[in-house]
């Protein structure tokens, strides 16, 4: 019996994916494995794309498909969209590769639409997510990992802008993404590296800057162009920017000026005498003493005719070895007492000049001798006067020469020996004379006497009247 209701179900059902009258129609695509019910063709086991079975009229929404639009469409579809009936990405793949299957993931860089786009040059050794493109081990030169979108701040570069630019960056600016000077170097050389230290007297941008002349040596910070090892010609370290007083010159203004300077001012950079010599020669130098005679300002002033043996000192103009004339040394500014002669007004004019009156500086008699008589003894006397006139000139060419004290100390004792013979002699001569009378006539006798011996005549006496 069973057997037999089993042949009368074989002989009035349609095969599978049949339907109708005489199960000449398929199945609609739309059918879950194209299943229908052999009698309606309705999908009596669900829909293939569609949402509403068992008429399967509805298309599955965006995102769905399968089996009554059960399935989701996979992430890898791209905008997860896909076939509603096989799941295929027909809109291509996101994050992976080989559409419509989308089943190779993109290689290292690349990521969204079939592959097809490079990972951001802001992501950390050029990688990322292959969907979303978020750089998966953070920004390189960026911040706000992982969307890597805000710029480094000015100073910063690296991951994440985690680093700090090298100080030896000029402004410290430098690449975010390598970190090399941007700008240039600050206190060294070589961009962008900036590896090089400045040499010595050079600083800033890329040390194409001279150190200022108010450093000392030369030298300066390479960085900030500060005076590091002090100023010259100025003061105020680092900056020097303060002139040395008058009177200071070098490093720091730490030294005086040579008082061979001129008013004790000089250059404050090299010391120089730069107004001239005081008491030498040769500005600006100034290192050549004056020649005797003269003095101040590049020794081009005399000495002054008061000082003894035209000697002064070459700095004041004081008279240094005594006064010729005048006392009170070494200024020299009073004149000798009638009566006093010579160096420093010590020595005594002779008691025979009249007045006891004689020149300041020979000693020689201003109104001839006193009780002096016209002839020989008048001669005698010119002749002590041209002697005590020598011996003055002899001191004063012993002073020039610069001989010992010794020297002048023996011309003075020469000079009273010879005063003290001609005085006696003359005092012995005085002592012959009977009266002025006698002297004239004696005078006349002689004459006569002279006369006849010039004429070649034998001598004879003349007589006295």
């Not at 860089?109 to 990972?119: A, S, V, Y």
């Not at 000015?154 to 975010?176: K, V």
Request: glycine share 10%; with cysteine.
């Amino acid at each position: 019996m069973i057997i037999h209701l089993l042949l009368l179900l074989l002989l009035f059902t349609c095969l599978a994916g049949t339907w109708g009258e005489n199960c000449n129609i398929k199945c609609s695509e739309d059918c879950h494995n194209r299943s229908c019910d052999p009698r309606t063709g309705q999908c009596n086991k669900g829909c293939n794309g569609f949402s509403d079975p068992p008429d399967c009229s509805t298309v599955c929404a965006e995102g769905t498909w399968g089996h009554n639009c059960r399935w989701n469409c996979s992430n890898k579809c791209y905008g997860r969209l896909c076939d509603s009936v096989n799941g295929e990405c027909d809109n291509g793949c996101h994050g992976f590769s080989n559409p419509p299957y989308c089943n190779i993931a993109c290689s290292n860089g690349t990521w969204g639409f079939n592959c097809q786009w490079n990972c951001s040059e802001n992501c950390f050794g050029g990688t990322c997510d292959s969907v979303s493109g978020a750089c998966l081990h953070g920004c390189e030169g960026f911040g706000n990992p992982p969307y890597c979108d805000l710029e480094c701040d000015n100073g910063t570069w690296g991951l994440n802008c985690q680093q700090n630019c090298s100080e030896n960056c000029f402004g410290r600016s430098c690449d975010s993404k390598s970190g090399q000077c941007s700008v240039g170097c600050q206190g060294f050389r070589n961009p962008p590296d900036c590896d090089i230290v400045c040499d010595n007297g050079t600083w800033g941008l890329n040390c194409l800057q001279n150190c200022s002349e108010t450093c000392f040596g030369g030298s300066c910070d390479s960085v900030s162009g500060a005076c590091d090892n002090g100023c010259v010609g100025f003061s105020n370290p680092p900056d020097c920017n303060a002139e040395c007083d008058k009177g200071t010159w070098g490093q720091n203004c730490q030294r005086t000026c040579s008082k061979n300077c001129f008013d004790k001012s000089c250059d404050s950079v090299s010391g120089m005498c730069d107004s001239g010599c005081k008491g030498f020669s040769n500005p600006p130098v100034c290192n050549k003493d004056c020649n005797n005679g003269t003095w101040g300002l590049n020794c081009q002033w005399n000495c002054s005719e008061k000082c003894f043996g035209g000697s002064c000192d070459s700095v004041s103009g004081e008279c240094d070895n005594g006064c010729d004339g005048f006392s009170n040394p070494p200024h020299c500014d009073k004149a000798c007492v009638n009566g006093t002669w010579g160096r420093n007004c010590d020595w005594t004019c002779p008691n025979y000049c009249l007045n006891n009156s004689c020149d300041k500086n020979t000693g020689q008699c201003e109104i001839q001798c006193l009780d002096c008589i016209p002839g020989p003894i008048l001669n005698d006397s010119v002749v002590l006067t041209r002697e005590v006139k020598q011996a003055s000139e002899q001191k004063s060419n012993t002073s020039i020469i610069a001989v010992s004290v010794l020297g002048i100390a023996a011309g003075a004792i020469v000079f009273v020996v010879v005063v003290t013979v001609l005085i006696k002699k003359i005092r012995f001569r005085r002592s012959e004379m009977i009266d002025p009378l006698k002297s004239l006539s004696q005078l006349k006798l002689y004459e006569d006497e002279e006369s006849v011996r010039e004429e070649g005549d034998e001598y004879k006496p003349i007589r006295r009247y």
